[in-house]
C-alpha cells in the first residue's frame, strides 16, 4: 500500500497517532511518504522517522492508495490543494472536535489501516466548485478550486454590499448583504449552515447560494442544479470586496464580474462503514438526543 501523510505543523497533539498509524502501516510494508514541512515536525521528535517527502508541486501521482490529513476539517480543506485533480482517496484523522469531514478519532487511528485492508469502507466523490474571471485573480493563478464554498463578502467596511446575481445567463436578483456563499454539498454542513442553509448529502448534484446576514428577510438559501454557471457583480461603498476559496482570499475591485461553476474534476474521500456521513451528522447535530435521558 502507498500512502501519504499531512499535518499542520503546530498540532502537536497529532504526533502521537501519526507515529501509531506509521507503526501499523510498518506491518504491511506500506510506501510511506509525508508532506515536507510536517516531516520536519515528526522527525525533530522522532529521529528514526525518515521517509519520502511531498509538497504542493511534487511528489503526488495516482499511484497512491490513500492520503491521510490529521487535523481538523480545516486541515482536509487544505488537503485538497495537495491533492487536487490526482484522484488520490482523503481520509481525515480528528485531532481535536468532531468534524464533518476529518471524522476518524485519533485514538482509532489503526483501524484507518486495518479496515481499509478489509475492505469496509466506499470511495465518495465530492463536487468542487472553481472561480473564473476576465482578468487576473493572482492568488487563485494556479488553485481557482474549493472543496467547501466560494464566497463573495465586504471588505473594511461595515456597510453591506450589494450582489447582482445571475443564473445560466438569467437574473435572479441582487442580495443586499454582508456577502454570498456559493456552497458545494461537502460545504453545507460549513459555512453556509453558520448562515441558515440546509444540510445535503454529499452525493447530491446541488449548489447552494445563502446570503449572509441579508437586509431583506425573504432573501432565503436556494438550491439549484450543479450544472448552473452563476455570475456574479459586487458594488458597494469601497473599492473593493473579498471572495474566498474555502480559506484562501483574494481582494477583488467592485465591478468586475466572476463566474462560479462545478469544477471538472472530484475529491475522493473514503468514508469507512463505522464512520458514516449520516453517522456523523448524528453525532454533530445531536439528532435524537434528548437532554431528559
Known sequence: MKVAIYGLNNQDDALDAVEELLNELQK?????????D????????????????FTTSSGLDDSFDMFVSFGGDGTILRATTFVKDSGIPI????????????????????????EFLSGSYRVVERSLVEVSAGFEIPEFETMNFALNEV???????????????????????????????????????????SCGGPVIVPSAKSLVLTPIAP??????????????????KVSGRE???????DSRLASIENGQ??????????IKMIEYTSESFLKTLRNKLLWGEDRRN
Open 91 to 114: 481520509v481525515g484523522v480528528n485531532t481535536g472536535r468532531l468534524g464533518f469531514l476529518s471524522t476518524f478519532k485519533k485514538e482509532d487511528v489503526r483501524k484507518v489501516v486495518t
Open 38 to 53: 510536517f516531516h520536519l515536525v515528526l522527525a525533530s521528535r522522532n529521529s528514526s522517522i525518515n521517509h519520502r517527502t
Open 151 to 193: 464566497s463573495v463578502s465586504r471588505k473594511d467596511t461595515t456597510s453591506m454590499i450589494t450582489i447582482e446575481t445571475y443564473l445560466n445567463d438569467e437574473y435572479l436578483t441582487s442580495y443586499w448583504a454582508d456577502g454570498l456563499i456559493i456552497s458545494t454539498p461537502t460545504g453545507s454542513t460549513g459555512y453556509s449552515l
Open 239 to 245: 473599492e473593493n470586496h473579498l471572495v474566498s476559496l
Open 28 to 36: 504491511d510494508n506500506s510506501e510511506v511518504w509525508i508532506e515536507e
Open 257 to 266: 464580474e466572476i463566474m462560479v461553476r462545478r469544477a471538472n474534476f472530484t
Open 215 to 232: 437586509h431583506n428577510l425573504n432573501a432565503r438559501p436556494l438550491v439549484i442544479s450543479d450544472d448552473t454557471e452563476i455570475r456574479l
